[in-house]
């Protein structure tokens, strides 16, 4: 289906400047892990296991309290992220395998879809997220961004906050919409805008150009880093915005600051080490530090 033409509001500039003036949600002093949220990961494929690993170390460094990763490879992804729980998720059966039904609505944010092909097993689980978890915020990455995934969003404006954030580059936009890449590359606003507004979601366009739509509103970042263009990047991407959704960020809030905060983490590595040879797993690692900088500066 094409974006339907309407006017484009004016984009909000995604940058240091407005971080500074949009802060996270923090913990108090004597906050404990549960006071920055309860995070399940739903990634790693057999033939992918490092996707969840690279998204679960992204959300573990962007400050998530608590950590749920359910993965096909659970022996790998456990000893690689012993800070997490690590339930077992099967791709070819019936999803996931678990006996914490005590847990259930815990969650205050789920990721599904990093390193997973589309599958009955990843569309069944990422609408369960959206039915069974109404008052946790969905991230739908890779896997879970299909037709059939994108049926069960809403199909007009909700009442409340928006619940549901999806992360697709242009090719993956352009599956979902039964368009071409270059259709959504030719007008990545509108495309952005429209999918959001039909569905009431926020809408992160991933791109050297990234767009993120909600509710008629629209934000851009644009970083010239060729480095970031690796693979495993979506991945930690994901990660980082789930996390901050699972601190208690609102959608366009995680959306912003996860797509800046992971350009600036590409941005210091480049300064490092050059434009090339840049690695996934090293993004997670600048995370803290650059939150850090940006609180300072905003207390100041």
Not at 87 to 103: K, N, V
Not at 190 to 203: I, P, S
Not at 291 to 299: E, H, T, V
Request: hydrophobic letters at 50%; glycine letters at 10%.
């Amino acid at each position: 289906m094409k974006p339907r033409r309407a006017r484009t509001p004016r984009p909000i500039e995604v940058d240091r400047k407005l971080l500074v003036a949009w802060p996270l949600p923090m913990p108090g002093s004597a906050g404990d892990k549960e006071d920055r949220g309860q995070l399940l990961i739903v990634a790693g494929s057999a033939d992918v296991p490092g996707a969840a690993i690279l998204a679960a170390n992204a959300a573990l460094r962007a400050g998530v309290g608590k950590l749920t990763i359910a993965t096909e490879e659970t022996v790998a992804v456990a000893q690689s992220v012993p800070e997490a729980r690590v339930l077992r998720f099967d791709q070819e059966g019936p999803g996931i395998r678990r006996s914490t039904h005590h847990a259930r609505d815990a969650f205050d944010a789920i990721l599904v879809g990093p390193g997973l092909e589309a599958s009955a097993a990843v569309v069944r689980c990422a609408k369960g997220a959206l039915a069974t978890y109404p008052a946790a915020m969905v991230v739908l990455d890779a896997g879970a961004l299909t037709a059939d995934v994108a049926a069960a969003l809403p199909s007009r404006r909700t009442h409340g906050m928006v619940r549901c954030i999806l992360t697709p580059h242009a090719g993956e936009m352009a599956s979902l919409l039964g368009i071409t890449k270059q259709a959504v590359e030719a007008a990545p606003e509108a495309t952005a805008l429209d999918f959001a507004a039909r569905h009431d979601v926020a809408l992160v366009l991933k791109g050297a150009t990234t767009w993120i739509a909600m509710r008629g509103r629209l934000w851009r970042h644009a970083a010239s880093n060729v480095g970031l263009a690796t693979s495993g990047s979506g991945d930690a991407l994901a990660g980082i915005i789930a996390a901050l959704a699972a601190r208690g960020a609102a959608a366009e809030q995680a959306a912003a600051w996860g797509v800046a905060l992971h350009a600036m983490a590409g941005a210091r590595l480049v300064r490092r080490h050059g434009g090339l040879g840049i690695l996934a797993r090293e993004i997670p690692r600048e995370i803290p530090a650059i939150m850090n900088a940006i609180s300072r500066k905003a207390a100041a």
